[in-house]
């Protein structure tokens, strides 16, 4: 009885439940396999080499759900809608970025309870990003 010290479990970071660094490194990997194929969310990335905004995603979402700092160490505060107001984020936009989310969580096997909370995140996030009408 009683093998696992009071209080070890609640203290796990979501980051840390849904196995760390290899599981965002993941999620973020398909999300840009499937960007680096769409015709509308592909010419919006700036950059040719979308690597970069690869890390930025996968940092960011690491340290939202617990994990290491690093994002704002380099980059500071998120301020996300700030950061998305250079690029058209309309309805379109967003659905075709949610659509490439669902492809990457569903890729991700993990356990319903846990997936709920990470697409629950997403969605919201995805559609507080919205700054233009279609
Ligand atoms: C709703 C549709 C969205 C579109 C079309 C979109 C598009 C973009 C684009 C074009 C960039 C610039 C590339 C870059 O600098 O990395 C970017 C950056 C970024 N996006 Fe999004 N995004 C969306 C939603 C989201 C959501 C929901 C999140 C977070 C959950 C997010 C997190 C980020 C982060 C962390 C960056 C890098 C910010 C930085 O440090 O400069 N985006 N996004």
Redesign the pocket.
């Given at each position: 009885m009683n093998k696992i010290p009071r209080g070890t479990l609640q203290e796990q970071t979501f980051y840390e439940q849904v196995g760390g660094e290899e599981t965002f490194r993941r999620l973020v990997h398909r999300f840009y396999q499937g960007v680096a194929e769409d015709p509308l969310?592909r010419p919006?990335?700036?950059?040719e080499d979308?690597g970069?905004?690869?890390?930025?995603?996968a940092?960011?979402?690491m340290q939202?759900w617990g994990g290491p700092r690093t994002?704002s160490d380099?980059?500071?505060h998120?301020r996300?809608r700030m950061?998305?107001a250079?690029?058209?984020?309309d309805r379109a936009?967003?659905d075709?970025?949610?659509r490439h989310?669902r492809d990457a969580v569903d890729s991700l096997g993990l356990p319903e309870e846990h997936e709920t909370q990470l697409w629950n995140?997403?969605?919201?996030?995805?559609?507080?990003?919205?700054n233009a009408a279609d």
């Amino acid at each position: 009885m009683n093998k696992i010290p009071r209080g070890t479990l609640q203290e796990q970071t979501f980051y840390e439940q849904v196995g760390g660094e290899e599981t965002f490194r993941r999620l973020v990997h398909r999300f840009y396999q499937g960007v680096a194929e769409d015709p509308l969310l592909r010419p919006m990335y700036p950059e040719e080499d979308l690597g970069p905004a690869e890390e930025r995603l996968a940092l960011f979402l690491m340290q939202y759900w617990g994990g290491p700092r690093t994002y704002s160490d380099g980059r500071g505060h998120p301020r996300l809608r700030m950061r998305h107001a250079p690029f058209t984020v309309d309805r379109a936009a967003h659905d075709a970025w949610v659509r490439h989310m669902r492809d990457a969580v569903d890729s991700l096997g993990l356990p319903e309870e846990h997936e709920t909370q990470l697409w629950n995140y997403l969605t919201y996030a995805a559609a507080s990003m919205i700054n233009a009408a279609d």
